[in-house]
């Protein structure tokens, strides 16, 4: 009788165990490492009714996860597009849901995925942050900053950039 205390603390301690490091693996740790990066949001340009933002996501995860959905502080709506090849034309189409592989990045640029972002309720200021949120389809957020810039600036960082690609 002297072995049941220990054997009911040893079964128990198993039991624990067991179900914790079960349970570590559907509690989404994967999916909180996704990361947001360059988050930026185009001023709305005189008597436009839309504006884009950018910004680069990583999945460094083994699965794949599917961004359902964004939000921009201050911004009534904002949808999910990408640019597309349809007989030699440009076509922008809303995308309801983008998958992101494991252990990769999407990147939303011009001519790519990006974000239209509408119904501004105050006016974007380069230079502001404005508090994005993307949802996922398992639940998660990710909470970042998108920073405010002018189309001057974006037009300038994506010539930068282009040069930086010429030189390799």
Known sequence: MKLWPAFS???????FSTFSSAHSGH???????ITVSNAQVREFLPASKASVAYLT?????????????AELDGLGRVE????????????????????IDGHS???FKPGG????????????????????????NDGNRVFTQAKVVS????????SQ????????
Do not use: C, W
């Open 27 to 33: 509690d989404h740790s994967d999916v909180a490492e």
């Open 80 to 99: 999910i597009h990408q640019h597309t090849h349809v007989d030699g034309m440009m076509k922008m189409e809303q995308v309801l849901s983008l998958k």
């Open 151 to 158: 189309l001057q600036e974006m037009s300038e960082q994506a």
């Open 9 to 15: 603390f040893l079964t128990a301690s198993l039991f």
């Open 57 to 69: 996501i990583t999945n460094p995860s083994e699965q794949a996860t599917v961004l359902t959905k």
């Open 113 to 136: 995925y990006h974000l239209m972002v509408f119904e501004p309720e105050d006016q974007l200021k380069a230079g502001q942050e404005r508090k994005l949120t993307l949802y996922f």
């Open 105 to 107: 990045s999407v990147e």
């Open 161 to 168: 950039k282009s040069k930086e690609h010429s030189h390799h």
